[in-house]
């Protein structure tokens, strides 16, 4: 609260620039290192949702970034509280999502002493950020906070870290405010466009990819028109499956983890490729064999909110450093030749791309996950929410599942399991009225699990189906490959998942086959609670084409 000087504390002062900002939502776990900054909410219409694991708060403003494109904020305590959030901080980072972790950190009296908890959050950040930062001065806050703000949004989106001495969040001075940020426009030259469309002109199998960030709703609109007009196939890069409507005709399919091959045959043998907004990174490269490096085989047209990221791994015929907002404004403007070269491709493309996921292949076990992600695409909402962590358990999601709406699919492109169930309650939390589902592994829930706790307490009724086959599939199918029968270290001994949520104080249903998933899925809706389905996968399912024991017994014969 102000005084009659005008004074604030320091944590006032933070918490007013937070709502100048436009933020509405802050995710944390509690220290006693910035309790004045925690005090200060008391006097804010800003939401803010305790958690059980700065790891899950993290993630929640990792996912709140990701989708809104504004800064997701959280708030952790000193040295553990930050080392615990770095996941969410590293995701932020490869996923270039922008967000901003204030963290708290020792007295300014006491730096240096290696005081308690104390870090030095430069330099334990200063690679996995896109700045780390100390605030010394109170008075200093609002030109801090608005810098953290740009820096996130601006260019390639990322992650910020602020320490905050817990002298200084006590400390009382007037300062006055800073004024609302907006992020800096990238918009494409006009020189950039004519080339474009030469290009687009002269080319006789192209094919865009979209991914990475600075996306909006508007703006896979405006690029779903280009595309149809265009007749040109579109694919979405890891994990960026809902920048492209997938029952739209020029839909092409997904770029990540064990792609259509018609699709990886589509992408290789293009004479043009217009990569949007992503860096084409390791898993949408496919390890970085898709492309030549650094001169790729065909024509390149890279387009990117950072200007670093073009030249960085592959030359592209022509760089356009501009963010997919406007760049995709501008694809409004440009002619589609008369005679377009390619016509008919676009629809060759979503055909097969139809076909790669119509039908839920075969798998051993009574529950088939291609099934029930059929099921899913055919029962939830047009605007349902799907999360997703990293195990391979996902493959099934990318094949089978079809996203239709912007928001539609989060996941995490650097792979960081326990992921979907924080990003679910981020989106539940935004989207109170939408149906919000997280496909977990059994692994993969069970490291941000603690916060169905979360769930339960902020009455957030997500719905999380885990997929239980027992193991750390991921890493045993890679074992298996690698050094057949020498099973260690990927064994699961699971909790009954049904016990789990009811003990939290939510609601729990097993499915032992696949017809149960129907009934049991309504009856976790019906509940109105934070729900888990608990699905019990065969182990010997470990892709929907492959199984254990025939990826160890191809390894073993081809190791003897
Ligand atoms: C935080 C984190 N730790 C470890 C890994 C390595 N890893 C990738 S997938 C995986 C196993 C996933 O197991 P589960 O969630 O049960 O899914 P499944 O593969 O069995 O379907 C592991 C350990 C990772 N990606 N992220
Ligand atoms: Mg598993």
């Known amino acids: 609260m102000r005084g009659k000087d005008n004074a604030r504390t320091g944590g006032e002062i933070l918490i007013d620039q937070l709502s100048i900002h436009g933020v509405r939502h802050a995710f944390c776990v509690p220290g006693e290192s910035y309790l004045a900054a925690l005090d200060a909410f008391h006097d804010s219409d800003i939401k803010l949702t305790v958690c059980r ?4 708060a993290a993630i929640m403003a990792e996912a709140v970034g990701k989708i809104t494109g504004r800064p997701g904020i959280c708030f952790v305590t000193r040295g553990p509280g930050a080392t615990n959030a770095s996941a969410g901080i590293h995701i932020a980072k490869q996923d270039s999502s922008p967000m901003i972790v204030f963290v708290g950190q020792v007295g300014r009296d006491m730096r240096e002493r290696e005081a308690f908890q104390e870090l030095d959050y430069r330099a334990v950040f200063g690679s996995m950020t896109k700045w780390a930062t100390e605030i ?7 030109e801090i906070v608005s810098r953290a703000f740009h820096t996130a949004c601006n260019g390639r989106p990322g992650p910020v870290v602020i320490a905050l001495p817990e002298d200084m969040l006590t400390e009382r001075v007037s300062a006055p405010d800073a004024t609302a940020f907006t992020p800096a426009e990238i918009w494409p030259g006009a020189s950039e466009m004519n080339r474009l469309q030469e290009l687009l002109a002269a080319a006789k199998r192209p094919i865009a990819l979209v991914g990475g960030s600075r996306w909006s709703e508007q703006a896979t609109a405006a690029f779903m028109r280009f595309a149809e007009r265009y007749a040109l ?44 907004g992503s860096r084409l990174s390791e898993m949408a490269s496919q390890a970085y064999t898709l492309f030549d490096i650094p001169e790729p085989q065909m024509k390149l047209v890279h387009v990117h909110p950072g200007s670093e990221e073009l030249g960085r791994v592959y030359h592209p015929h022509l760089a356009i450093n501009a963010a997919p907002t406007e760049f995709c404004a501008e694809l409004e403007k440009l002619q589609p030749p008369k005679n377009i070269a390619w016509r008919g491709e676009s629809d060759t493309a979503h055909a097969d791309f139809l076909a790669w996921g119509e039908k839920a292949t075969p798998v051993p076990g009574a529950v088939n996950l291609g099934e029930i992600m059929v099921w899913l695409r055919d029962n939830l909402p047009a605007d349902a929410i799907v999360t997703q962590g990293a195990g391979n358990f996902s493959g099934w999601v990318h094949r089978f599942y079809r996203v239709r709406k912007f928001g539609g699919l989060v996941g995490g492109t650097s792979g960081s399991m326990g992921y979907g169930l924080p990003a679910a309650l981020a989106m539940q939390t935004l989207y109170p009225q939408r149906t919000v589902v997280c496909v977990a592994g059994d692994g993969d829930f069970l490291m941000t699990g603690q916060d ?54 939510g609601y729990g249903a097993v499915v032992e086959k696949t017809a149960d998933f129907p009934a049991a899925f309504a009856a976790a ?19 929907p084409t492959a199984t254990l024991s025939g990826i160890r017994e191809k390894s073993l014969a081809g190791k003897h």
């Open 233 to 276: 196939p579109v694919a979405t890069t890891f994990r960026r499956g809902h920048l492209f409507d997938s029952l739209h005709p020029c839909y092409a399919g997904d770029l990540g983890i064990g792609p259509n091959p018609k699709l990886l045959a589509r992408v290789k043998g293009a004479d043009l490729v217009l990569l949007i």
């Open 452 to 505: 169905f706790a979360t769930a339960v307490q902020h009455k957030l009724p997500v719905i999380v189906l885990v997929a239980d086959n027992g193991i750390y599939g991921t890493i045993r199918m890679h074992q298996e490959r690698e050094y057949p029968g020498r099973v260690i270290a990927t064994a699961l001994r699971n909790p009954d998942f049904v016990a789990y949520a009811l003990a939290f104080g």
């Open 136 to 142: 010394d001065d109170p008075a200093r806050i609002p």
């Open 525 to 543: 809706k019906a509940s109105g609670k934070p729900s888990i389905v608990h699905l019990k996968i065969d182990p010997e399912a470990i892709t």
């Open 53 to 56: 694991h700065e790891s899950a």
